[in-house]
């Protein structure tokens, strides 16, 4: 497709559930990013891949979040054993080459977990 | 310790009237710079960006956005908002690996 598509847009899970958000990512691009939008706040960054190497999990809150983008191309945020601060939105953004330029950002997947 | 701030929450224009969006970073180095808008249901989307060069910077929708190394300033300013301008602004430090640091977001509301 021509942009950044995530799924599901919308996910509600209990909590203690595990869920898992995708993301595919501008065809060709590079580097993919994923970050954690709370209600009211700035997005804040999760983790970095340049291909399919994670070369940076400073983000992630906790060891209940993994993500993995195994042949480089499309990459799945999983969220173990989900708590109600989990509640966000989750933006995945790529760019055509590593390091500096601006990303492109999908529509996001808001989580509601009850 | 890198940062970008964002001194107004929530900004009421008429329509018709400039606008001009604050944005403070904290950065250790050259920084490059972003603005992004996102509106409800909508990605984000980048208005314009600064990187090196000319410190005015043309963007999208007639958006434009001036880098002041002294005042570590890198404001958003439109001269005549349109009602679909209604929305929340970012402004973003893009740190060594290309991650984004961003505000806490400003939301513009357009009064008709």
Redesign the interface.
């Known amino acids: 497709g021509a942009?950044?598509s995530q799924s599901p847009r919308y996910k509600v899970a209990k909590r203690g559930q595990d869920v898992a958000l995708r993301c595919d990512p501008i065809s060709g691009h590079v580097?993919l990013?994923w970050?954690q939008q709370a209600l009211g706040?700035?997005?804040?960054?999760l983790t970095?891949f340049q291909n399919e190497a994670q070369?940076?999990k400073s983000g992630l809150p906790s060891d209940r979040f993994f993500a993995e983008r195994p042949e480089g191309s499309v990459s799945t945020l999983k969220i173990q054993r989900t708590q109600q601060e989990d509640s966000a939105v989750y933006?995945c953004?790529s760019?055509w080459r590593?390091?500096?330029?601006?990303?492109?950002?999908?529509?996001?997947t808001r989580l509601t977990v009850t | 310790a890198q940062s970008v701030t964002q001194p107004d929450i929530h900004i009421t224009v008429s329509e018709g009237a400039s606008l001009e969006l604050r944005c403070n970073y904290s950065y250790g180095a050259t920084p490059?710079l972003?603005w992004?808008v996102q509106s409800p249901?909508?990605?984000?989307?980048?208005l314009l960006?600064y990187?090196s060069g000319d410190t005015l910077v043309q963007g999208i929708k007639g958006f434009e956005a001036e880098f002041k190394r002294s005042q570590s300033s890198f404001n958003l300013r439109k001269p005549s908002v349109h009602w679909s301008d209604a929305a929340e602004y970012?402004c973003l430090l893009?740190g060594?690996?290309?991650?984004?640091?961003?505000?806490?977001?400003t939301t513009l509301q357009v009064k008709p």
């Open positions: 942009g950044v580097s990013f970050y706040q700035g997005p804040e960054f970095y070369l940076d933006l953004a760019n590593e390091g500096l330029n601006e990303q492109y950002f999908g529509p996001g | 490059y972003f992004y249901g909508q990605g984000l989307q980048l960006k990187f970012f893009s060594n690996t290309g991650k984004l640091i961003f505000g806490q977001g």
